[in-house]
């Protein structure tokens, strides 16, 4: 189980090292002006904000902006064709602007708002957009938090999980089929963490490939395995 283990630090470090580029902080941030979406506003001398961003919302409305270009590559995948999605936490009542026009405005009824917006559709590398966010004058303490989600990035992440946990999944199925063991330590043999390491993704992607057609054999015994979900919920006295 030690490539296993290796195999999973590889997933990790990997993730760390995309979540660096994908964080998208670095944000120009003002207040007290108006029209500071527009792409003719100078914005040369606002002061820069990075995660964790904090701001006294009596002091009016703030404006956070910035040019985002899209890398060719991140850790050697490439970004051409993918759909981008921006996925913020921001005060109630925050609007955003791409390349000076109003994409979106959320209406109050709650504290925060978490919420995805398509930034790039088929993107090219080296494609530009302007984004802007404006926030209401308010009480208390404003939050910033954004990412990006790049569709080619998170499914090469998704298929590296996907792999790692179908394997876990099928050696706890060996414990109760014996016989199973093998095919699943067959599958595990197809993997080499060092590909990740060397970025090395066809390779990776066949590797994967092979070790999901072996263990096929393990689907009629998985769709017996019953998993038991328990939920809690509750509703706020503050919406009463």
């Known amino acids: 189980m030690e490539k296993l283990r290796l195999w999973e630090e590889a997933v990790k ?37 990075n995660f964790p961003i904090t701001w006294s919302m009596k002091s009016g409305a703030a404006y956070f902006r910035k040019l985002f270009t899209l890398p060719a590559e991140i850790e ?4 051409e064709n993918s759909n981008i999605d921006l996925t913020f936490l921001f005060p109630s009542g925050v609007e955003l602007f791409i390349d ?43 939050f910033f938090w954004a990412k990006l989600d790049i569709d080619r990035v998170e499914d090469i992440l998704f298929e590296l999980n996907s792999i790692l946990y179908q394997i876990k999944f099928a050696f706890k199925l060996a414990e109760q089929t014996k016989h199973l063991k093998k095919y699943a330590e067959d599958a595990l043999k197809t993997l080499n963490p060092e590909e990740i390491a060397r970025r090395n993704w066809n390779k990776v992607s066949s590797d994967v ?15 017996k395995f019953m998993i038991h979900l328990i939920g809690h919920a509750h509703i706020d006295m503050n919406w009463l």
């Open 13 to 49: 470090n990997l993730q760390k090292e995309i979540e660096k580029q994908v964080s998208f902080g670095g944000w120009k941030f003002i207040q007290g002006i108006e029209n500071g979406e527009s792409p003719e506003t100078d914005d040369t001398k606002w002061e820069v904000k």
């Open 76 to 79: 050697e995948i490439p970004t």
């Open 100 to 142: 000076g026009e109003k994409v979106y405005k959320h209406k109050y009824w709650a504290d925060k708002v978490a919420h995805p917006f398509p930034l790039m559709q088929r993107a090219k590398g080296g494609e530009k957009s302007l984004v802007v966010f404006k926030t209401p004058q308010g009480d208390g303490l404003g």
């Open 209 to 223: 490939r092979n070790a999901e057609k072996i263990l096929e054999v393990f689907r009629k015994y998985a769709k």
